[in-house]
């Protein structure tokens, strides 16, 4: 599910067709025709975002999600040493994200129901993209 922040944000990026050919917010962003050749420090998001869906993989044993996992990490790359550390439990993260002259800074912070007798809500994620500063908050206004 999305709202109309979103689609003003993609159809910036990466054009109106990508919502229509992709069907969730990490395919948009791992494809070479949508966010991806946007996003500034693209390793960094990569490494975070595969290790976040790789333990909810762990965690909910989905196989639409394992297979959605497979599809983001070729496999020239699995097994691939990171010279840095980015801890996948830390619930913001950052994305920038550069077109032309212009530059969005935004965070965005995960939310998990857990309740260990309601498998529906433990595995409900909710992720809100943030504008960091105000150029981003001008560029990507609140419609209310």
Not at 92 to 99: G, T
Request: net charge negative.
């Amino acid at each position: 599910m999305k709202n109309s922040g979103y689609d003003q944000f993609i159809k910036f990026y990466a054009g109106e067709n990508t919502l229509k050919k992709y069907d969730n917010a990490i395919r948009i962003l791992f494809s070479e025709d949508g966010l991806r050749n946007y996003v500034k420090d693209w390793a960094v998001v990569e490494h975070f975002l595969r290790a976040r869906i790789w333990d909810e993989v762990l965690s909910t044993q989905n196989s639409e999600l394992a297979e959605l996992y497979k599809e983001i990490s070729p496999s020239r790359d699995i097994g691939k040493a990171i010279d840095f550390q980015i801890c996948g439990d830390i619930p913001v993260m950052s994305l920038v994200l550069e077109k032309n002259t212009k530059t969005a800074r935004f965070f965005t912070t995960i939310t998990t129901f857990g309740a260990p007798l309601d498998l529906t809500t433990q595995e409900l994620r909710i992720e809100l993209l943030f504008p960091s500063d105000e150029e981003t908050k001008k560029m990507f206004p609140l419609e209310v």
